[in-house]
């Protein structure tokens, strides 16, 4: 789904610029409550965990591959706000040092796969889990939906966006009924992914998924044979609050890090190691673009000199090695650039919050 430069004239990539930066700057506002002390540490992780599964295409048909977009899992993990900027970061990331996604085409880019993927699938996902039991089950069925609907959705836009100012005469009837034929199979395994990964974090760290918030299931405990719902926990004493609440935090940040080192480990060796094993068939994006002619006007990428343009190391031989060394540093890239971001945004939250109490005193 990475639309190259060519694709799309100046004027409506210009617009999308504009709308892009539009949703950044107001997913910066939003980020910052959403960011707390459980996910601001992940945000930066996510963004790593969706650019090394990025690097892994699948087949979807004869020829052709897909790959997570990442915008429901993002959303669903910290929150649309912060998932809207971790698929940014995820694309900068690609196009300026990998030539994956073009540089003029970054603002269809992120309109298109970080706003609608992560509007669409958080939409999605807080529908049903209104309407759905109150399990952990039901926040990955959740997931499930709300990713299978956010590829489709993300194929409707381009191909709204490709009819608005593409550059070659197409019939955009074709284009449509091809982008949302394939992307509807890419969907699926978005959906498998983004299901499989938010289960994976809820069996062990529920706390920190934002969507699964507000989930509260009774502790039951074992008399007798039998399950039986335990007592309600009694309340802290205020004098003793600062002092339990300093025991609880204490207890969590091991197993906080512990699941940040494993989310790192896991996504350093996806890029690095599984990502050789990829399909090299092209995405559903460029295979359409290949069958209807949209790809006449391709220009030339600005980083193709990078020395890591299409993902593999400048002057490493070995396929092999090349590849995994540059995945390896994509997630470093991506989760240094990442963390940043969100710690900054996390900071600017902590000052406004400190500064409350003195503007109302005023």
Request: hydrophobic share 50%.
């Amino acid at each position: 789904m990475h639309v190259p430069d060519g694709f799309i004239d100046a004027p409506l990539s210009a617009a999308t610029g504009a709308v892009a930066a539009g949703a950044l700057a107001v997913s910066l506002r939003g980020a910052r409550r959403e960011l707390d002390e459980r996910t601001a540490p992940l945000a930066g992780l996510v963004a790593a965990f969706i650019f090394a599964v990025q690097m892994l295409n699948f087949p979807v048909a004869a020829g052709t591959s897909g790959h997570l977009l990442g915008g429901a899992l993002a959303a669903i993990l910290v929150g649309p706000f912060t998932g809207v900027l971790c698929v940014s970061v995820v694309l900068l990331m690609q196009g300026i040092l990998f030539a994956d996604g073009g540089l003029t085409a970054l603002g269809v880019n992120i309109t298109d796969m970080a706003l609608v993927t992560t509007v669409v699938g958080y939409a999605v996902f807080r529908g049903l889990v209104k309407v759905l039991p109150r399990r952990r089950r039901s926040v990955t069925v959740a997931s499930f939906a709300a990713a299978l609907l956010s590829v489709p959705a993300a194929a409707v836009a381009f191909t709204l966006i490709y009819a608005l100012g593409g550059t070659t005469d197409v019939a955009i009837g074709k284009v449509a009924t091809a982008m949302i034929g394939v992307h509807v199979l890419i969907g699926l395994g978005e959906a498998a992914i983004t299901a499989l990964t938010v289960g994976a974090v809820i069996a062990v760290r529920p706390d920190l998924v934002y969507g699964a918030r507000g989930l509260r299931q009774r502790l039951k405990l074992r008399v007798n044979g039998e399950l039986v719902d335990a007592p309600p926990a009694r309340p802290v004493p205020a004098a003793a609050l600062p002092q339990a609440l300093g025991s609880a935090r204490a207890g969590r940040y091991p197993h906080h890090r512990k699941v940040w080192l494993t989310g790192l480990v896991a996504s350093l060796v996806l890029a690095g190691f599984v990502s050789f094993y990829a399909s090299a068939s092209p995405d559903g994006l460029m295979k359409v673009a290949h069958d209807q002619g949209i790809d006449k006007k391709t220009g030339r990428h600005a980083s193709d000199g990078s020395p890591l343009a299409g993902y593999g190391v400048e002057d490493v031989s070995d396929a092999r090695l090349s590849g995994g060394l540059a995945g390896v540093i994509g997630v470093g890239a991506t989760v240094v650039v990442g963390s940043t971001v969100f710690w900054v945004v996390r900071r600017r939250r902590g000052a406004a919050e400190s500064a409350a109490p003195s503007s109302r005193g005023v």
